[in-house]
């Protein structure tokens, strides 16, 4: 099943093998007709009624509802479970590490039973004194916040910029407190921070910079990995994630210290820990909980990692296609830093942010003529962590989280028009969305009645 996705088209073709072969030859001549056909979009849109009002569907592709499946795993793993199931045993996790380590070039790795543990050992190694507060941003998963609360550490909100969906340094600045004692961006789906710039901040301001990578295995700033800015970061290989393992996770370290002590929570064995570590004492018991990857997950994830930069390159160029003839359309732009030195995946979404004004219609209107052409879209509302009642609540924080205005997180909700982010090489479907929006675009005058 693998062996059809995404290789294709990819520099390490030489190496396919017969399968991947005459997916890819069948696929470039799809590909080619594909960018033909999208040669001429603009009178083809012009020309054809609006599904919405009675017309015939731009996007008719049969893969239309399979085209976004993930994960997507073959023989290579359904072999790698089926001999630990033969010899179960723990090996596939001392491997990971070792591989996931090196990948990453960094001293250490910890393999986890998911982000959010990883997260939570990252909070218990910085061993910080309670009412120390960090700075996070509010638009991401609960779980790059809320384990804070367990060591008295304290969220300070940051909004991110709408466009960018990531940590906007700027915002930042204003938050700074005396109690400001590390920043924690997270790479919004697969699009890396601007970690360059907020490390350099960091560095004046003495804070430590941490890292959420659960987006992106793989991605780069500068020629550099993300996960490896920080003096910590994390992964998450859960299953919708770039590198799945239906669940599991990751922590990375450049310091001894951070590795034994963030291992020593969750790790009661303490794997790899050296005799001569303050921290080997606790064997037998460790600080009390239990993280340890499955190794079933940490087979898949191994199996996984072999493709994951093809997988992650195949996955941009086709996003690419899409999105380059999308943002030409007045008004609508695509999640983007406009850094030409970002190295970027994606995963989950291909997050496009509609301009009202610009586009002379609503964002409602137009994600509600979308849906009728056939396309996948979503005016998607991700939950904003300072919305929650946890945060509000003063008794579950040493003391209460900082929460300002983020009008950059509102505005992002406000705006954007969520597609699906297509796992497979799929240029029909691909020019048939271009069709679609281009013949909402070429009738707005009509949609903003
Ligand atoms: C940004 C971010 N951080 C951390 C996590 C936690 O990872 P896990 O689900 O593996 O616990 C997630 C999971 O979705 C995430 O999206």
Redesign the pocket.
């Known amino acids: 099943m693998r062996a059809e996705v995404f290789i294709m088209n990819h520099e390490d073709m030489l190496n396919l093998n017969e399968t991947t072969r005459r997916a890819f030859l069948k696929s470039t001549g799809a590909m080619a007709a594909g960018l033909a056909l999208a040669a001429q979009p603009k009178a083809r849109g012009a020309v054809e009624q609006l599904a919405i009002n009675g017309g015939p569907k731009a996007v008719t592709a049969p893969e239309s509802a399979t085209a976004a499946k993930w994960p997507l795993y073959g023989p290579e793993e359904e072999a790698a479970i089926l001999e630990l199931v033969r010899n179960p045993g723990y090996d596939p996790n001392r491997k990971l590490e070792e591989e996931w380590q090196e990948y990453m070039g960094m001293p250490y790795a910890r393999a986890y039973c998911?982000?959010?543990?990883?997260?939570t050992c990252m909070f218990f190694a910085l061993n910080l004194p309670p009412g120390s507060e960090i700075m996070v941003p509010s638009y991401?998963?609960?779980?790059?916040i809320t384990p804070m609360r367990f060591f008295g550490l304290v969220p300070v909100f940051v909004d991110i910029h709408p466009r960018t969906l990531n940590f906007d340094l700027e915002d930042a600045k204003k938050r700074l407190t005396p109690n400001t004692k590390a920043v924690l961006p997270?790479h919004?789906i697969g699009l890396p921070a601007d970690m360059d710039l907020i490390s350099e901040w960091a560095e004046e301001k003495g804070l430590i910079v941490l890292e959420?990578a659960?987006?992106a295995h793989g991605a780069r700033l500068k020629g550099k990995l993300m996960g490896t800015w920080g003096r910590m970061s994390?992964f998450?290989?859960?299953m919708?994630?770039p590198l799945p393992a239906i669940?599991?996770?990751m922590g990375m370290y450049y310091e001894k210290e951070d590795f034994e002590r963030a291992s020593s929570l969750g790790h009661y064995e303490m794997p790899n820990i050296p005799e001569d570590s303050p921290y080997y004492k606790y064997k037998g018991s460790g600080f009390g909980l239990k993280f340890r990857m499955h190794p079933m997950a940490a087979a898949l994830a191994r199996c996984q990692m072999k493709d994951l930069e093809a997988r992650n390159a195949a996955g941009v160029r086709q996003t690419r296609r899409l999105n380059d003839a999308l943002t030409q359309l007045p008004g609508l732009y695509e999640q983007s830093s406009g850094r030409k030195d970002v190295e970027r995946l994606h995963y989950a979404w291909n997050m496009l942010f509609i301009d009202e004004a610009e586009a002379g219609m609503t964002r409602d209107k137009a994600v509600e003529a979308l849906k009728a052409e056939g396309v996948r879209a979503d005016a998607l509302h991700y939950t904003l962590q300072h919305t929650l009642p946890l945060y509000a609540e003063e008794q579950w924080w040493h003391h209460k989280p900082v929460i300002p205005d983020l009008p950059g997180s509102v505005k992002a909700n406000a705006t954007c028009i969520a597609l699906p982010y297509f796992t497979s090489e799929v240029p029909e479907l691909v020019d048939q969305y271009i069709k679609a929006f281009e013949k909402i675009w070429a009738h707005r005058k009509e949609l903003s009645a």
């Open positions: 998911n982000g959010t543990s990883a997260l991401t998963f609960f779980a790059t997270v919004w959420d659960a987006h994390i998450s290989y859960q919708s994630k669940e599991g996770g």
